[in-house]
């Protein structure tokens, strides 16, 4: 190969001395791992003081300032002030707890740096046979396809695009919604994800496309409601195209009928896709995988791999069994983009599949958790996370002072502290005034919810560093801090 001149005038973003930049990054990743050693001593979240939030403003920089300054203000004004979610004891919202190899992985897929919208890579590889794996974990049949994308809201939008498209009767990559010969109508129970709401929204559906059908006691879609309200529907004159079954619901983890839903939506032809992103993945724990039985009958199925498999944000996917229906809703022509017959661009398109055209390769965290650790390990995990629910249900049902509040289905826990004397707004200003202390001492981050118009505290394991003992601990502080606040002033 011709030899290219060196020539310091030409700007590059290389390093001038890469001993140098050998040392820092080595040091970053030693810094990495003994924070993540440390973790457990460390608060697990805490309020950033005005005075660094100051540091953040001003212009952008017109000079360059040396990296390991840079990398000091990272260590010193970023770290303390992390959301937590790394942390043992948090359980706000359901999110996933992120783990050393992913985090390297990130580091290399940057490094690697390859595009993944498309061409002839072993990163293309990787990402293909991570869709594919994940497609055998869910049970979907051979063919089906899947598309890694940033988060499970955007994988529940690519199943409901494909949703919309394949029962819009018009072809609308050249007519519009307007074309449609008779309004569309999705269903969703009560407690379905707002990221459904938002997806009406971009899909030109409008809000009233979803219809919210009512649950029973346990938080689950109530069949007859459903039947009903597409009976209706149709009686109207509207096309009810699709079913939105949660598998694990975000205000308590309960599960929709799926396999009823399933043949409901055979009889009556409609598509049924299922919001997996807390459920879908316990189909890999030999315990719990009863609960979401029935998943692989979707027509669609939106996964969060940065819950389930605590992956480091972010990564979803989407999975569709009739492949056809999922290129055709995605793949638009152009003609800078043609497979070519030999060279780089001699591969499919794989933002055929999905919104995004540049693609990063969020697939090698995955591809090496996976192969890391085994889908075994990770069904154990996951049995974990509902044992450890089991365990603070258990809990709080001994407690006189405590309430369960919504039947434990898998790893979301929903209760209250409950002292006489006060009224429902009375508890919730009380129960707030817990979560709010819990956060800000750093002892634990939990977050809350209102069900059934009655306030509550909610805890979702979703962190493969929590133990026992941490949710012990957790009972115990907040009886503590329920009594002080009963102190007279
Ligand atoms: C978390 C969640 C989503 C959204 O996933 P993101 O990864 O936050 O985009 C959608 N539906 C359910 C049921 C969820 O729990």
């Given at each position: 190969?011709?030899?290219?001149?060196?020539?310091?005038?030409?700007?590059?973003?290389?390093?001038?001395?890469?001993?140098?930049?050998?040392?820092?990054?080595?040091?970053?990743?030693?810094?990495?791992?003994?924070?993540?050693?440390?973790l457990?001593?460390g608060?697990v979240?805490?309020?950033?003081?005005?005075?660094?939030?100051?540091?953040?403003?001003g212009?952008?920089?017109?000079?360059?300032?040396p990296?390991d300054?840079?990398?000091?203000?990272?260590?010193?004004?970023?770290?303390?002030?992390?959301m937590?979610?790394i942390?043992?004891r948090?359980?706000?919202?359901?999110?996933?707890?992120?783990?050393?190899?992913?985090?390297?992985?990130?580091?290399?897929?940057?490094?690697?740096?390859?595009?993944?919208?498309?061409?002839?890579?072993?990163?293309?590889q990787?990402?293909?046979?991570v869709?594919?794996?994940?497609?055998?974990?869910?049970?979907?049949?051979?063919?089906?396809?899947?598309?890694?994308?940033?988060?499970?809201?955007?994988?529940?939008?690519?199943?409901?695009?494909?949703?919309?498209?394949?029962?819009?009767?018009?072809?609308?990559?050249q007519?519009?919604?307007?074309?449609?010969?008779?309004?569309?109508?999705?269903?969703?129970?009560d407690?379905?994800?707002?990221?459904?709401?938002?997806?009406m929204n971009?899909?030109?559906?409008?809000?009233?496309?979803?219809?919210?059908?009512?649950?029973d006691?346990?938080?689950?879609?109530?069949?007859?409601?459903?039947?009903?309200?597409?009976?209706?529907?149709?009686?109207?004159?509207?096309?009810p195209?699709?079913?939105?079954?949660?598998?694990?619901?975000?205000?308590?983890?309960?599960?929709?009928?799926?396999?009823?839903i399933?043949?409901?939506?055979g009889?009556?032809?409609?598509w049924?896709?299922?919001?997996?992103c807390?459920?879908?993945?316990?189909?890999?724990?030999?315990?719990?995988?009863?609960?979401?039985?029935g998943?692989?009958?979707?027509?669609?199925?939106a996964?969060?791999?940065?819950?389930?498999?605590?992956?480091?944000?972010?990564v979803?996917c989407?999975?569709?069994?009739d492949?056809?229906?999922?290129r055709?809703?995605?793949?638009?022509?152009?003609e800078?983009?043609?497979?070519?017959?030999?060279?780089?661009?001699?591969?499919e398109?794989?933002h055929d599949?999905?919104?995004?055209?540049?693609?990063?390769?969020?697939?090698?965290?995955?591809?090496?958790?996976?192969?890391?650790f085994?889908?075994?390990?990770?069904?154990?995990?996951?049995?974990q996370?509902?044992?450890?629910a089991?365990?603070l249900?258990?809990?709080?049902?001994?407690?006189?002072?405590?309430?369960?509040?919504?039947?434990?289905?898998?790893?979301?826990?929903?209760?209250?502290?409950?002292?006489?004397?006060?009224?429902?707004?009375?508890?919730?200003?009380?129960?707030?005034?817990?979560?709010?202390?819990l956060?800000?001492?750093?002892?634990?981050?939990?977050?809350?919810?209102?069900?059934?118009?009655?306030?509550?505290?909610?805890v979702?394991?979703?962190?493969?560093?929590?133990?026992?003992?941490?949710?012990?601990?957790?009972v115990?502080?907040?009886?503590?801090?329920?009594?002080?606040l009963?102190?007279?002033?």
């Amino acid at each position: 190969m011709a030899r290219i001149r060196e020539d310091a005038s030409e700007i590059s973003l290389d390093p001038d001395n890469w001993d140098e930049m050998r040392r820092l990054a080595h040091g970053m990743v030693d810094d990495a791992i003994a924070r993540l050693q440390g973790l457990r001593d460390g608060p697990v979240w805490q309020p950033m003081p005005a005075a660094t939030r100051q540091g953040f403003e001003g212009p952008p920089p017109a000079k360059g300032t040396p990296l390991d300054a840079v990398y000091a203000d990272v260590t010193g004004t970023l770290y303390p002030y992390a959301m937590g979610n790394i942390h043992p004891r948090f359980w706000g919202w359901y999110m996933g707890a992120g783990c050393l190899t992913g985090a390297l992985a990130d580091f290399l897929a940057g490094v690697d740096g390859t595009n993944l919208g498309g061409g002839d890579t072993g990163a293309a590889q990787v990402d293909l046979q991570v869709t594919d794996w994940l497609r055998q974990m869910m049970g979907f049949p051979e063919g089906a396809s899947g598309i890694l994308v940033n988060a499970g809201s955007m994988a529940n939008i690519v199943g409901l695009t494909a949703a919309r498209n394949a029962m819009a009767g018009v072809d609308l990559h050249q007519q519009s919604v307007a074309d449609i010969a008779a309004p569309l109508r999705f269903y969703a129970s009560d407690q379905v994800h707002n990221c459904h709401m938002k997806a009406m929204n971009l899909l030109g559906l409008g809000a009233k496309a979803l219809v919210r059908v009512p649950t029973d006691d346990a938080f689950q879609m109530d069949m007859d409601a459903l039947r009903k309200a597409i009976q209706a529907d149709r009686e109207a004159g509207l096309r009810p195209a699709c079913v939105i079954a949660t598998a694990g619901t975000t205000n308590t983890s309960s599960i929709d009928p799926v396999p009823e839903i399933a043949d409901l939506c055979g009889e009556e032809g409609l598509w049924l896709h299922v919001d997996g992103c807390i459920g879908a993945m316990f189909a890999i724990a030999p315990e719990s995988r009863h609960l979401v039985a029935g998943i692989d009958r979707a027509d669609s199925l939106a996964l969060d791999l940065h819950k389930g498999l605590q992956a480091p944000f972010d990564v979803g996917c989407a999975l569709v069994r009739d492949r056809r229906i999922h290129r055709a809703t995605f793949a638009e022509d152009a003609e800078y983009l043609q497979v070519a017959t030999r060279g780089l661009a001699a591969a499919e398109f794989l933002h055929d599949y999905g919104p995004e055209t540049s693609r990063g390769f969020r697939a090698l965290k995955v591809w090496m958790m996976l192969r890391q650790f085994g889908v075994e390990t990770f069904g154990r995990m996951l049995d974990q996370t509902v044992a450890q629910a089991r365990h603070l249900t258990s809990l709080v049902e001994k407690e006189p002072q405590l309430a369960l509040m919504a039947p434990t289905v898998a790893a979301v826990v929903c209760f209250r502290h409950e002292p006489d004397g006060l009224d429902e707004a009375g508890l919730r200003a009380h129960n707030t005034e817990i979560m709010l202390r819990l956060q800000e001492t750093g002892i634990a981050v939990i977050s809350d919810t209102t069900l059934r118009g009655r306030h509550c505290l909610r805890v979702a394991i979703c962190n493969h560093r929590t133990r026992s003992e941490d949710l012990d601990l957790l009972v115990a502080e907040v009886l503590r801090i329920g009594a002080d606040l009963l102190q007279p002033a």
